[in-house]
């Protein structure tokens, strides 16, 4: 590849327009982040003579359908859309922070806080009744369960966090919640806490059977309520506990920006090949 050109439209334009006056001459893939309006990509193809593939980010509606060249960012995010081809997301280890067991304490929270499928209300109650420390970062509401934290001794509302503020909140804790009550797509807090050498607690929901073994961390079923709150009583001891190095080195392996990129790479030559062009020749 020449290199990687970012290209955008507001809603309201005409995209097959917009990417025609946009689009380079030597563009070997079009690859698109959001869903493409119904036809789109065929009229893409046709039209711009570059092959689509369309990266799915989010859960489907129901009915809703994707393109043959649809890509997944897990297993089970793609066979619940019914197809068998993903990328797992990878990122950039550097911009986190790895820290050993010394330092660490308490729970991290980490998601949309407003998303009632991200579970912070959950959360609150099991480490509530656990007698364990909660920091809680990913946005400013709910107030009342933000007001909640304010008053509970070793709890913290964070709130939004972003580069080396987020690192920080993870790399802090002894093990990331991440209680979700719907079908995750992927989950890219998990690989972020991975990275920061914290293990994850999670339910087994979507794709986390697949990011989580039980090297760097515990899946429990949500209606087990008891045994979240002896988990994170264990955990908060020290009686149970994940090497921050076995964590680190999982999404090393699994979650690099690297490996992503040779996926999607080796998606790119398939969809040319399709098409009948080599990857990097002229069309």
């Not at 689009?23 to 039209?47: K, N, W």
């Not at 986190?96 to 912070?120: E, H, I, M, Q, Y």
């Not at 079923?221 to 009686?239: F, H, I």
């Amino acid at each position: 590849l020449g290199g990687i050109r970012v290209l955008s439209w507001g809603k309201d334009e005409d995209a097959l327009e917009r990417l025609k006056s946009l689009m380079p001459p030597d563009a070997d893939v079009l690859h698109s982040m959001v869903p493409l309006p119904g036809g789109l990509e065929r009229e893409l193809t046709g039209g711009l003579g570059v092959p689509v593939i369309t990266t799915i980010h989010g859960n489907g509606k129901v009915g809703e359908r994707f393109s043959d060249w649809a890509v997944f960012v897990s297993k089970d995010h793609a066979r619940r859309h019914g197809s068998e081809r993903f990328v797992w997301n990878g990122l950039d280890p550097s911009e986190f922070s790895f820290r050993p067991k010394a330092g660490r304490d308490g729970f991290a929270f980490l998601s949309k806080t407003s998303w009632k499928v991200k579970n912070l209300r959950g959360a609150i109650r099991v480490c509530a009744q656990a007698g364990v420390p909660l920091r809680i970062a990913g946005g400013d509401r709910p107030y009342g369960a933000r007001l909640e934290a304010l008053f509970r001794p070793g709890w913290r509302w964070v709130g939004r966090v972003a580069g080396e503020a987020k690192a920080g909140h993870l790399a802090s804790a002894r093990a990331l919640l991440f209680p979700v009550l719907w079908p995750e797509p992927f989950g890219l807090v998990v690989a972020e806490a991975f990275l920061s050498g914290t293990p994850v607690l999670a339910t087994p929901e979507g794709s986390l059977p697949e990011l989580v073994p039980p090297s760097v961390g515990r899946l429990l079923e949500w209606g087990e309520q008891a045994r979240w709150v002896e988990l994170l009583g264990e955990v908060q001891s020290g009686r149970l506990a994940w090497e921050p190095e076995a964590c680190l080195d999982h999404a090393l392996r699994h979650f690099h920006y690297r490996s992503m990129t040779e996926s999607y790479l080796g998606l790119y030559r398939a969809r040319r090949s399709e098409a009948g062009v080599t990857l990097g020749d002229p069309r």
